[in-house]
């Protein structure tokens, strides 16, 4: 059964350890996903951005996709369906279909306005025991259409957010989406710092976590990060994977073409992604 985040990062913050989000995007993300939570005993979280549910034919299918893999595959860890970047119209929907959690983004809207429109979740997620998670300064680089200028949020507007009874908190400390460029500066930790300072027991959420360096995400991890999404890495490996079997002709021999031969090692691709990941987050035996 799909459960909340809400207890997973409240213990994820306390035993100071991090719980992954890793985006799905089809069957072979989420299968490889939860067996590999499973694998490990590790809590997960699944993210789903729009796009990705679009892709998906929409969030019923996802929700019956999931739900009908944590029963045939005997999944015991805690696993949250979690919707990721949603817009309010897209939170209402994820909720009526099914999600244990959503994501409301309105770190692009006037600050009043971000703050009406979450309260206005709160009151729905509480009602119906879902998680929030909400966000403040808009994270940088480009997911699913959706572009942020890399800024790092306000640890006051942090504070006003977190104080209306979001379950985690989303904010800007420099990181971006997708691959970072060969310059960039680092996580602003000072920023981290400070808006921890702010919000003192909230549960963090550090986006953009595809080739943050290890030392980092430890650091991130130290200061009151208790969630980090991963998305772009998983496709990385899985399509590196996949390269490699074509190239070496693979599809060629024998029903090397059939789907479920072709994209196997892209799936394993998947897993050994994640299994690193959980590792560094230090989520795995928590479940
Ligand atoms: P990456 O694609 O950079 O791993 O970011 C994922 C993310 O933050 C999803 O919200």
């Known amino acids: ?15 100071h350890y991090a719980v992954g989000q890793f985006n799905i995007n089809n069957l072979e993300w989420t299968k490889s996903i939860l067996l590999t939570a499973e694998e490990l005993r590790s809590p997960v979280i699944l993210g789903v951005s729009e796009g990705a549910g679009k892709y998906m034919t929409g ?7 999931v739900n009908g893999m944590l ?15 949603g817009s309010y119209e897209g939170a209402l929907k994820c909720i009526e279909a099914g999600f244990s959690s959503v994501m409301f ?4 809207y006037p600050i009043e306005e971000n703050v009406a429109k ?8 509480a009602q119906k025991g879902l998680s929030l998670e909400a966000e403040v300064g808009s994270i940088g680089g480009e997911e699913d259409g959706v572009i942020g200028g890399g800024e790092v949020a306000d640890p006051e507007e942090c504070k006003r957010i977190a104080d209306l009874g979001v379950t985690m908190l989303a904010a800007g400390i420099g990181n971006i989406h997708g691959k970072y460029p060969e310059n960039w500066p680092g ?15 909230m549960p963090l959420v550090l986006h953009g976590g595809t080739g943050i360096p290890e030392d980092m995400i430890k650091k991130a991890i130290d200061l009151g990060v208790a969630k980090i999404n991963v998305n772009t890495e998983c496709q990385l490996a899985f399509a590196a994977a996949t390269r490699e079997y074509i190239e070496a002709g693979k599809d060629l021999q024998g029903k090397g073409f059939d789907p479920r031969k072709l994209l196997a090692p892209g799936a394993e691709a998947i897993k050994a992604t ?8 230090g989520s795995v035996g928590k479940a």
């Open 105 to 108: 983004d309105g770190s692009h």
């Open 59 to 65: 969030y019923r299918t996802v929700v019956g996709m």
């Open 187 to 201: 996580l602003r930790f000072d920023a981290l710092e400070a808006i921890k300072a702010k919000t003192g027991n």
């Open 274 to 281: 994640v299994k690193e990941k959980m590792e560094l987050f």
């Open 118 to 125: 979450t309260t206005e979740l709160v009151k729905i997620c």
């Open 71 to 85: 029963e045939e595959l005997k999944i015991t860890v805690p696993v949250a369906l979690h919707l990721d970047h």
């Open 1 to 15: 059964m799909l459960v909340s985040a809400k207890e997973m990062l409240e213990k994820a913050r306390d035993g």
